[in-house]
């Protein structure tokens, strides 16, 4: 098991949820509720400061319940913390909804999945041509059907 360094303003650390959950939940560390008015970007503060070893990532989702029932989800999708990081942990986030969401400290408001990464070396060739033939070629979105 890898181990992340974490210091947390509010004490609590994230925790898994069950036993095989692969994330694990961000909650918002706030001095008053906060507003997010429909299409309005913001970033929530955790309170989380992270020493993630070499070779991983964490990666900042949105939560599904957050994002169907509310329209509240991540601005890009999914965030990268790199291992060099050591700011505090901010979820950025939009209202996607039609309706004002408050944000309370306390709330779940994203999860962090941790993953192992390689880093490559680019290999320069003249042209496409010098790229290895595969069955899939030059097909890109929704070539293979539905």
């Keep these: 098991m890898t181990c992340v360094k974490i210091y947390s303003k509010s004490g609590e650390i994230p925790k898994y949820e069950t036993e095989n959950s692969a994330g694990l939940d961000l909650r918002a560390l706030l001095d008053a509720p906060m507003i997010i ?24 989702r949105a939560r599904s319940g957050l994002s169907i029932k509310y329209g509240l989800t991540m601005v890009n999708g999914v965030g990268t913390v790199d291992s060099d990081y050591r ?3 901010k979820v950025p986030m939009i ?46 979105f929704g070539h293979t059907g539905r």
């Design 37 to 60: 008015k429909p299409m309005e970007r913001v970033l929530v503060p955790t309170g989380i400061f992270l020493e993630i070893p070499n070779g991983f990532e964490g990666q900042v």
């Design 95 to 140: 209202n996607l909804g039609s309706e004002e969401f408050k944000v309370e400290s306390g709330d779940r408001i994203a999860q962090i999945v941790f993953a192992r990464y390689e880093t490559v070396n680019f290999e320069p060739v003249d042209s496409t041509e010098d790229l290895e033939k595969t069955e899939r070629g030059t097909g890109g």
């Design 87 to 89: 700011g505090e942990l």
